[in-house]
């Protein structure tokens, strides 16, 4: 007998599964569908399809900066290079430099109150900077093969203005009056000095112009460069100056005709001064209260005041006495001796044989010898007589040459033009040197 196993209520059960496969099965592939469109969604055709995977990237270490620093100062009695820059080379090093430097700048000519700076990189010397003087500068840098050592101008700014002023008292007062500083003074006291003696000719209301180039260093006021043109009047008289470069000649100053301001003599030994007493043959003196001749001129100023060579000369005699105290006496030719007593202290390198020229100082003011206070005693001899330096008529140095006459028109002409404006903008120097090139 047969028995059939799938009774009724198990073959019904069994037909219900095989229907839902079929819907199971498609709900499967529906949700797949979905899936995939998402997927492909978010997956822009340019995007590789990767599995994600994190990575982890390391940023490069900073770059460290160069730490720069500068030393700067002025040089101070005492100080040496090898006191400066010990800390930063051997003696053997510092020894080295100092032979190598010699051909252009000897290192123990450096000058107390010059202004140098030492630069540093990370601590290490990179360079030294010292200035020899207002045109010039020392520069020292150091590299794998040992020093490189040279010589500069000085990177200035210069703008040339106009310049004027009355005097009241003095000119150092005029000048300070419109800003300006004791250097212009000295500048123009030195133009007009084999014309005007500053210290008797000098009156309320005399007048002076001037064209002066002002220096700039770093955007900061740095001195006085060349005096272009100036013009001064005193005691109704007015003197003209013009700077200009004869050929090969050093430059000098000329009127407007073409003749030499410079003289044989300075018309004073000192730029500022008051005369304490005149030349006579009769005076009484103050120490030993007798009647004696003076046949000199002395010049009451403060000790350490420099004492200037009226004229191009030759030192022959140099020493100390009881009565004149430091003195120097110069031979300018064969006619003409000064003699200077009561210095306080002699110019560097004043020696006897020496040859010197008009205006070096060859001492300072003071009182030594029999004086009752500090002052210069100056004396003047013609043919080894003494005589009277105001009445000495000097002769010019010579005039511009004919060649040059032309040139020299030409240059002056604006520059007058300029003088007599009253316009004191100031403008840039470079397209009119005056005449004259940079010395």
């Known amino acids: 007998m047969d028995f059939d196993f799938n009774t009724p209520r198990i073959m019904a059960r069994s037909r219900r599964k095989k229907k839902r496969t079929p819907l199971l099965l498609m709900l499967l592939a529906l949700v797949g569908t979905i899936f995939l469109l998402t997927n492909r969604q978010s997956v822009t ?11 982890t990237i390391q940023a490069a270490p900073p770059i460290s900066e160069i730490q720069r620093e500068i030393l700067e100062g002025a040089i101070s009695p005492g100080d ?24 252009v700048f000897p290192l123990s000519n450096i000058c107390a109150g010059q202004p140098y700076k030492i630069c540093l990189s990370d601590g290490s010397f990179e360079q030294f ?7 010039d500068q020392l520069i020292i840098r150091h590299g794998e093969e040992g020093f490189d050592v040279e010589r500069i101008a000085i990177d200035y700014t210069v703008e040339t203005g106009l310049i004027e002023g009355t005097i009241t008292s003095s000119l150092f007062e005029a000048v300070a009056d419109i800003g300006e500083s004791a250097e212009l003074a000295m500048n123009l006291a030195d133009i007009f000095a084999w014309d005007i003696n500053f210290i008797l000719d000098i009156r309320a209301g005399d007048s002076f ?11 900061q006021p740095a001195g006085y460069g060349r005096i272009l043109a100036a013009e001064f009047t005193n005691q109704g008289e007015t003197f003209r100056a013009f700077l200009f470069k004869d050929g090969d000649n050093p430059a000098s100053y000329y009127d407007a005709n073409g003749k030499s301001l410079r003289k044989a003599f300075l018309k004073a030994p000192l730029a500022f001064s008051r005369i304490s007493s005149g030349f006579t043959m009769k ?6 209260k007798t009647w004696k001749a003076h046949p ?28 004149n105290g430091n003195f120097i006496k110069l031979r300018h030719n064969n006619s003409y001796e000064t003699l200077y007593l009561h210095m306080s202290r002699f110019g ?22 029999l004086a009752t206070g500090p002052h210069l005693c100056f004396r003047m001899f013609q043919n080894g007589t003494p005589v009277n330096p105001y009445k000495i008529k000097a002769p010019a140095a010579t005039p511009i040459s004919r060649e040059r006459m032309a040139e020299f028109q030409a240059m002056s002409v604006p ?4 003088l007599q404006g009253s316009d004191s903008q100031q403008a840039k120097a470079e397209p009119d040197d005056g005449g004259v090139r940079p010395q």
Do not use: N, W
């Not at 005076?283 to 030993?288: A, D, K, L, N, V």
């Not at 520059?415 to 300029?418: D, G, K, T």
């Open 348 to 369: 560097k390198g004043m020696k006897q044989g020496k040859k010197v020229s008009q205006g070096t100082v060859i001492g300072y003011v003071g009182s030594t010898g």
């Open 80 to 103: 040496t290079i090898t006191s400066l820059l010990s800390a930063y080379f051997s003696p053997r090093e510092i020894h080295e430099l100092g032979q190598q430097s010699r051909g």
């Open 45 to 55: 055709p340019t995007e590789a399809r990767v599995a994600p995977v994190e990575a």
């Open 129 to 135: 900077e010292y200035d020899i003087d207002r045109d």
């Open 415 to 418: 520059l007058l033009s300029r």
């Open 283 to 288: 005076r009484f003196h103050p120490i030993s």
């Open 209 to 219: 112009k001037a064209l002066v180039e002002k220096r700039f260093r770093e955007g």
């Open 296 to 323: 000199a001129i002395d010049y009451a100023a403060p000790t350490g005041t420099p004492i200037k060579a009226v004229g191009d000369a030759t030192i022959i005699k140099i020493g100390y006495t009881q009565y």
